[in-house]
């Protein structure tokens, strides 16, 4: 893929957005990439069958916590490992399917440019 990621900036406390060598701005909600993570163990959670209504979910004192972002390393030229404050960093977001789950942008709130791995 030819197009790739120009600049990583988190905005508020819930979104990074990320701007493309095509001239794209893009948001991305931290809840909507953690549920969209395409590690193995949370495709098979997402295509397992719901659990029972009368089970309760046990949460880590991390999920209690708002979802936050907090690293992005790149894998080779073609994605980025994502790090969650729920201790989730397995997944590999590849350029294209970040460009799939972007939602365009033309400014907004406060923006503070990420520390990303290079």
Partial sequence: MSVYPTKLAIEG???LLIEWSDGRRL???FRKLREACPCATC???REA???PANLL???SPAETQPLRVVGMKPVGNYAYTIAFSDGHDTGIYSFERLLELGEATQGGRQVE????QK
């Fill in 49 to 51: 069958p719901p659990a």
């Fill in 13 to 15: 406390d819930d979104h």
């Fill in 113 to 116: 440019e990420c520390n990303i």
């Fill in 27 to 29: 948001r991305y909600g």
């Fill in 57 to 59: 979910t046990v949460l």
């Fill in 43 to 45: 495709r098979e959670k």
